[in-house]
């Protein structure tokens, strides 16, 4: 696989207006929020999006201000199309993000429509700069050069011939006739059957023996990918796998995995599969072994057994070859070939195309494709390819073929020519077509949907392959399912390039008929599709005519054909989870429906650097949410992040799974640093549904679902660490059966998990809140009563309402503290009280003109009314002034932890007061205060206690273990007076208290 280095120039400088101050040049514009780059969409209406890199993306800048495409030569002319001649284009500083700018045929951005990324469409839409959201209006400017804009004009014809040069270099095999199991103490298996089959009879060389897995007692396999069979010393290289039936119609393996077994390590090498046909028939496949391992396993994973143990399966003959890959025929060509395939480009140039088109040429030349058998007499001669089906048997150069065998051929689907005698016989038969794929078939990545396809023209094309979906909804990936065509319901995530299981089962190619626009369709299960959209055999593959509805680009219909002219039936399918099937005749016309399909090319890679591609792609997608703020990651910066990513990129080249493995764990180790930052106790908040950009409202839809709003501050909730309480009504969540809101006593417990990346999942007793599909016709309501199969539609954002609102709670106990950045109307039924040190003991200054002020610390007393929890806003009409208190107030924004020796209100033995902190894990919420250690004089410090009673006295300096008596509206300890109320003057001990 030929690796690119893609280094692109950073952009240095601050535009501030229109484009005609950007230096002239060349450009890529790439969105903020989708991380996509804006391209060409190919149909001259609208720009449209992708997530590579390309020369559609590239934009030209002129030098007085008009915006070309390097792809068309035409230039931006409005919303709707693209010109020769075009018009100015304005990037003007973004204003919502601070290094990003807003694109717009307009300078004054708050007054026109702007790009925006239009969330999941696959087209840049237009949005108003200052309404709509932030990141999709902001875009980054990449400047591209010259050698780049070279670069991605010649890479898809570079890329076409280098998958002609590839696919030729591999198209023959040399087999090396020494076998590699000679011996029974080769074999082993925890799983044979007691009763039959044993290890030797799988490579006695007599068919009618056999090796056959438990069927019977503890082992017996009652479910597939249980039972295996190991080879030792088999070495390390490309490795043939030659395997023969038994004659027997029942416990036939059809697809096993290849493992690598290193005492208890076991790795998983790729899948051979083996269509099954007939009892006694032998099948090859080849794989690969990138080391030496101690025993190699082959591992079952599907079989013909559909009763009591379908994971059983038997062998009758085994062996392993060795294949050579590197040509042996033509050296000097091989050699020349193979340096320009894995030569190292960072960008494509005329003289990298030259150099290997001639020394694909030389190769070709020197390196025959077929071979060509010449048998003398009537019997004639076969020209095939090697390794490929005839009648269930694999054929291998040279072989001799009588007249029976070419009429047995031509029964089976096959078609000869008979020759007369002296002629060499020419035999055409579909089963060249045996996929030849990379040996474990992974992908590498799945690319742009494609405007038409390519065909394929042999078994060793691996450059062809697709996945096809439907346009229309959801664009989740047909598949092979034998009985029938189905649609994934689990949606395979096309576009964000993630590997189906199972993958042979999805893709398919095309493989031209001797009629003009019609082909056979074959999954890489080896299996095509019949004219009863079920697959098959080559034998009754069907005919189906392959084309670009009205000739629009990725707009793709295929109708059954049965004389290869006129097109049938249309094929159709209704959604993820439907069959594949017919529906109506005809040409297909219309896009958008039913019958419009897509697809989308996939390139391979070797399996080896797969799982650390996966790491490296798991991390990528958590750059640029690092951060403190909801929905962010927190525990690794963006630096250490970065360099995580760059040091395992750079075991991508290896070849010694040591080091991917090393480069995997270290990766890994980094990655699980990140966390995401949930809210905790003292959050304001408001909850905004990620498909809609719309907040759960405080009011009930009709139906009795929670409303959705666009109004912020409906939507402000207060999150005290177990419940949510919306701040303009004062009520809880209740979602069991209601869903409505409710008091204090009623309210639900809510908590908040991690969902997809930067986003969160919103729990009610452990049910995921889930916000209706945005469709006019679904309603516009949170419905809570399950998650969805979507996680669209479970994942929220979360925004901070941070400042807006001050909590005050007063307790049964008939006090509380409080303190607020800002001065607050006093609530009706409260009185506060500021704290004054006074030789021991606290002084309370009860705030008297109906507001608390900014800033300052104070506990509050409820006189009237029910206790109480409630937000307030900033006093319209009152200063924010600090008035002295000797309480200290959270200023964190969230809870605090308390320190040892601070003093926090609580209520103990029925006695309120403050209480010294002892031990650790005591917290205060926000918008409460406590007295600080260091705010008590010196003297009072070794102090546990100071207090007030709630009935007369506003101060204590001590708590008496003896009985007190009440008096006079005074408190007595041992006949003494020793609390005070302000405003009244008291004697302790002859001294006037104060």
């Not at 090393?662 to 408001?686: F, H």
């Not at 809880?732 to 409710?742: I, K, L, M």
Request: charge should be negative; hydrophobic fraction near 35%.
């Amino acid at each position: 696989m030929k690796k690119f280095t893609l280094l692109f120039a950073m952009l240095i400088g601050i535009f501030s207006s229109a484009w005609a101050d950007v230096t002239p040049g060349n450009y890529f514009i790439k969105n903020k929020r989708s991380g996509k780059y804006a391209v060409w969409k190919g149909d001259a209406t609208r720009i449209g999006q992708s997530s590579s890199k390309q020369l559609a993306a590239i934009w030209t800048v002129t030098s007085d201000g008009k915006l070309g495409n390097q792809a068309t030569s035409n230039f931006y002319a409005s919303t709707t199309s693209f010109t020769a001649t075009g018009k100015t284009v304005y990037i003007v500083a973004s204003t919502l993000n601070t290094g990003y700018y807003a694109v717009s045929e307009n300078e004054d951005i708050t007054q026109v429509t702007c790009w925006d990324d239009q969330g999941s469409h696959t087209t840049v839409g237009y949005w108003k700069h200052v309404s709509g959201d932030a990141e999709g209006t902001s875009w980054e400017v990449i400047p591209v050069s010259d050698e780049e804009v070279t670069h991605y004009k010649l890479l898809p014809t570079y890329n076409e011939l280098r998958q002609q040069a590839l696919a030729a270099y591999n198209s023959v095999k040399s087999i090396d006739p020494t076998n590699l199991i000679t011996s029974v103490d080769q074999l082993s298996s925890p799983y044979t059957e007691s009763t039959e089959g044993s290890l030797a009879g799988a490579i006695d060389k007599d068919p009618s023996t056999f090796w056959h897995s438990a069927w019977s007692g503890e082992q017996a396999a009652t479910a597939h990918g249980t039972h295996y069979l190991q080879i030792s010393n088999i070495p390390a290289g490309d490795i043939q796998m030659t395997y023969t039936r038994r004659n027997n119609t029942s416990d036939q393996l059809t697809s096993a995995k290849i493992q690598g077994v290193n005492g208890n390590i076991v790795i998983d090498l790729g899948t051979v599969n083996f269509p099954y046909s007939q009892p006694g028939e032998t099948l090859k496949d080849i794989f690969t072994l990138d080391q030496t391992y101690e025993a190699i396993r082959i591992l079952e994973q599907s079989t013909s057994n559909t009763g009591q143990h379908p994971g059983c399966w038997h062998i009758a003959e085994l062996q392993f070859n060795q294949v050579d890959l590197f040509r042996t025929a033509a050296p000097t060509e091989a050699a020349a070939l193979k340096a320009e395939l894995d030569k190292e480009i960072t960008y494509i140039r005329q003289q990298d195309i030259d150099d290997l088109q001639n020394a694909y040429n030389a190769y070709s030349a020197a390196i025959p494709v077929e071979f060509t058998v010449s048998i003398d007499g009537a019997e004639g001669g076969v020209i095939y390819k090697e390794n490929t089906y005839m009648n269930g048997q694999v054929f291998e150069a040279p072989v001799t073929l009588s007249t029976d065998d070419l009429e047995a051929v031509a029964v089976t689907g096959y078609t000869p020519d008979i020759a007369i005698e002296g002629q060499t016989i020419n035999v055409k038969y579909y089963n060249e077509y045996v996929p030849a794929l990379p040996e474990d078939k992974p992908y590498l990545s799945i690319g742009v949907k494609a405007k038409t396809f390519t065909t394929t023209t042999s078994a060793g094309d691996n450059d062809h392959w697709y996945i096809m979906t439907q346009t229309r909804d959801g664009e989740s990936p047909m598949y092979d399912n034998v009985s029938a065509l189905y649609r994934s319901s689990a949606g395979k995530n096309i576009n964000g390039q993630a590997v189906a299981d199972n993958n042979e089962r999805y893709l398919v190619r095309f493989i031209p008929t001797e009629y003009e626009g019609v082909y056979n369709i074959q999954f890489s299960t080896g299996r095509f599709i019949q004219t009863t959209l079920k697959t098959g055999s080559a034998k009754g593959a069907g005919m189906y005519f392959v084309y670009n509805i009205n000739g629009e680009d990725t707009h793709i219909g295929w109708n059954k054909t049965t004389n290869g002219t006129t097109k049938a039936d249309r094929v159709d399918n209704n959604g993820p989870s439907y069959n594949v099937s017919f529906w109506g005749s005809g040409e297909i016309t219309s896009t958008g429906g039913n019958n419009d399909w897509s697809i989308y090319p996939v390139e391979f890679v070797s399996y080896t650097i797969i799982p650390l591609q996966n790491a490296i792609a798991n991390a990528q997608t958590y750059v640029g949410n690092i951060g403190t703020e909801f929905g962010q990651y927190s525990g690794l910066t963006e630096v250490e992040l970065a360099n995580a990513i760059a040091a395992a990129q750079q075991a991508l080249t290896s070849t010694d799974m040591n080091e991917i493995n090393a480069a995997i764990a270290t990766l890994n180790t980094e990655v699980n640093k990140l966390s995401i930052n949930l809210p905790v106790a003292g959050d304001y908040l408001r909850i905004k549904g990620t498909v809609h950009k719309q907040y759960i409202g405080n009011s009930l839809a009709t139906n009795g679902k929670y409303s959705r709003t666009e109004d912020a501050e409906e939507a402000i909730v207060y999150f005290d660490g177990t419940t949510l309480r919306n701040v303009s009504t004062g009520k809880y969540y209740h979602v069991a059966g209601s869903w409505t809101w409710a008091d204090k006593n009623n309210a639900q417990t809510i908590s908040f998990a991690e969902g997809v990346f930067g986003k969160y999942a919103v729990m009610c007793d452990n049910v995921c809140l889930f916000d209706a599909d945005g469709s006019v016709d679904r309603g516009a309501n949170v419905d809570p009563s399950s998650p969805s199969t979507d996680t669209r539609y479970t994942s929220w954002i979360l925004e901070s309402a941070e400042a807006n609102m001050a909590n005050m709670r007063i307790t049964d106990a008939g006090w509380g503290t409080f303190y607020a950045p800002f001065a607050v109307d006093m609530p009706a039924g409260v009185k506060a009280y500021t704290g004054e040190m006074q030789n021991g003991w606290i002084r309370m200054n009860e705030l008297t003109n109906g507001y608390i002020p900014a800033n300052t610390g104070v506990v509050v007393e409820l006189v009237e009314g029910e206790p109480f929890e409630s937000d307030l806003e900033p006093s319209a009409t009152q200063p924010n002034e600090v008035v002295p208190s000797c309480y200290t107030g959270n200023t964190t924004g969230t809870t605090m932890a308390m320190e040892v020796g601070d003093y926090l209100l609580q209520k103990q033995n029925d006695v309120v007061g403050w209480y010294k902190v002892e031990g650790e894990g005591f917290t205060l919420a926000r918008n409460r205060c406590y007295l600080s250690k260091d705010d008590v004089p010196a003297p009072n410090q070794s102090r546990t206690f100071f207090g007030f009673a709630p009935d007369d006295a506003t101060g204590i300096n001590s708590i008496a273990t003896e009985a007190k008596t009440k008096a006079d509206g005074k408190y007595m300890v041992n006949g003494q007076i020793v609390v005070v109320k302000a405003g009244k003057a008291y004697y302790m001990n002859g001294t006037e208290v104060k």
